[in-house]
C-alpha cells in the first residue's frame, strides 16, 4: 500500500506558483521522498526527491518539514505543460526497492 | 542516453494469442520493472527485477511471464489474457546509487485485449 496520501486535485494559475502537498507520517528513517508526475498518456517523470534537507533543482523545490511527516513541491512559476498528475512516493533508496504510487494529485494548471 | 524504450507502443491480441512486451534501457542500471495502468489509476507494480533475477512478484497471475535475458532488455510474455487485462504497460529502471535512485519510465505498451 502507498504511504502516503494526497489532495485528490489541485488548480493553479498560469504563472503562479503551484504547491502541492504530501503527508507521509509513517516515513521510516531510511525513507526519502520522491516526486513523479505523468502527464496525460505518457510515462511517469522523475521530478525531485530528497532525505531531510530542502532540495530544489531546474524543475522545482522540494520543502520536507523538519519531524519528515510530510512534505511540499513547488514548482515556481507553473505553465500548461505543468497540467499532469503528481506522485508523492516514500522509498528506501536501494536498487531495487518497490516504487509503489499513491493516487496522486490532479493538477490543472488554469490559463 | 537516460531512455527507456517499450515496443510495441501499441498492440491488439486475442485471448488465445501469445504476444511479447520488450523494454530496453542503456543506462547501465541494473533494477528493472514492470507496471501495469488502468485508466485514470495509478500505475501498478508487477514485478522487479534486479541483477537480472526476479527479485519481486506482486502475485501476478501466471498468463503474464516476465523474462530479463541480459542487463539491458526486459520482456513480458502474455498468453491466454483477458480483456480486463487490457491497459497501459509500463517498464522502469533504476540504478543502486543512494543519491540518484531516480526511476526511468518508458512511454509504455497500449494494450488491448478483444
Known amino acids: 500500500d502507498a504511504k502516503t496520501t494526497q489532495p485528490p486535485s489541485m488548480d493553479c494559475a498560469e504563472g503562479r506558483a503551484a504547491n502541492l502537498p504530501c503527508n507521509h507520517s509513517t516515513i521510516s528513517g531510511n525513507e526519502y521522498v520522491y516526486w513523479y508526475r505523468q502527464i496525460h498518456s505518457q510515462g511517469p517523470q522523475y521530478i525531485i526527491h530528497?532525505?531531510?534537507n530542502n532540495e530544489t533543482n531546474e524543475m522545482a523545490s522540494l520543502i520536507i518539514t523538519e519531524d519528515r511527516k510530510s512534505s511540499t513541491l513547488i514548482l515556481p512559476h507553473a505553465t500548461l505543460r505543468d497540467t499532469a498528475v503528481y506522485y508523492c512516493?516514500?522509498?528506501?533508496?536501494?536498487?531495487?526497492?518497490?516504487?509503489?504510487f499513491g493516487k496522486g494529485t490532479r493538477l490543472h494548471i488554469l490559463p | 542516453d537516460t531512455e527507456v524504450t517499450q515496443t510495441p507502443k501499441h498492440l491488439v491480441m486475442g485471448m488465445t494469442n501469445k504476444k511479447s512486451l520488450k523494454c530496453e534501457q542503456h543506462m547501465g542500471h541494473r533494477a528493472m520493472y514492470w507496471y501495469k495502468q488502468k485508466a485514470k489509476k495509478p500505475p501498478e507494480l508487477m514485478f522487479v527485477y534486479s541483477y537480472e533475477k526476479l527479485s519481486i512478484n506482486e502475485s501476478v497471475p501466471s498468463r503474464f511471464s516476465p523474462e530479463c535475458p541480459n542487463s539491458s532488455l526486459l520482456n513480458l510474455h502474455l498468453h491466454a489474457l483477458q480483456p480486463e487485462d487490457s491497459a497501459l504497460y509500463l517498464c522502469a529502471s533504476s540504478q543502486g546509487d543512494p543519491k540518484n535512485t531516480e526511476a526511468f519510465f518508458g512511454q509504455g505498451t497500449r494494450l488491448t485485449v478483444v
Open positions: 530528497g532525505l531531510k
Open positions: 512516493i516514500v522509498r528506501v533508496a536501494n536498487r531495487d526497492d518497490k516504487i509503489i
